[in-house]
């Protein structure tokens, strides 16, 4: 079945830091590919996606990149800000043609410190 | 436009009773998808309806259920509720029901199970 692993947090930064977080998958064929952030007490939010190979997905400074050969999709952003702590999950969604089933990490939290 | 939004957003059941959590989809969307996220981890798949009818199930107990609504809307019902029940429950809508599509959450329902 499909899976995705995430690093385990929580992750401590300073800001302007850089951050990565990583992302791995198993999965058949081309699934898309997501980010989706929680803030504390909230649902999630999308961050960004990607749906292809080598498609780069970026929003709010944050970029990802659909990496196929090594089944990645790692989540950065150059300068992060305390207003970026929040938990970061990494999801995917298997490709056309199967019911829309979005199969989630576990999660890292981010912690920026000022 | 208002996303999706759940109702309520906080309630405390006692082990073994019903609870029944409300969905209204974005405007337009007709796939609804509901997610249990236990503390500390992803959220994890439990229905998906489209055009009221299921189209995918997780791997949850029968007490689960669910249906939609002629206007796209959506009920999670959840019966003899258990102590591990308690979790925050994500109402997810899209604009199809295709596999890969983007899936937008609301702010859940928080449930408590005492």
Known sequence: GNSVTQM???????????????CTYTATGYPSLFWYVQYPGEGLQLLLKATKADDKGSNKGFEATYRKETTSFHLEKGSVQVSDSAVYFCALSPPPGGYQKVTFGTGTKLQVIP | DAGVTQSPTHLIKTRGQ???????PISGHKSVSWYQQVLGQGPQFIFQYYEKEERGRGNFPDRFSARQFP?????LN???????????????????????NTIYFGEGSWLTVV
């Open chain 2, 18 to 24: 019903h609870v029944t959590l409300r969905c209204s």
């Open chain 2, 78 to 100: 959840v019966n003899a509720l258990l102590l591990g029940d308690s979790a925050l429950y994500l109402c997810a809508s899209s604009s199809t029901a295709v596999s890969g």
């Open chain 1, 8 to 22: 385990e947090g929580p992750v401590t930064l300073s800001e302007e830091a850089f951050l990565t977080i990583n």
């Open chain 2, 71 to 75: 206007n796209y809307s959506s009920e």
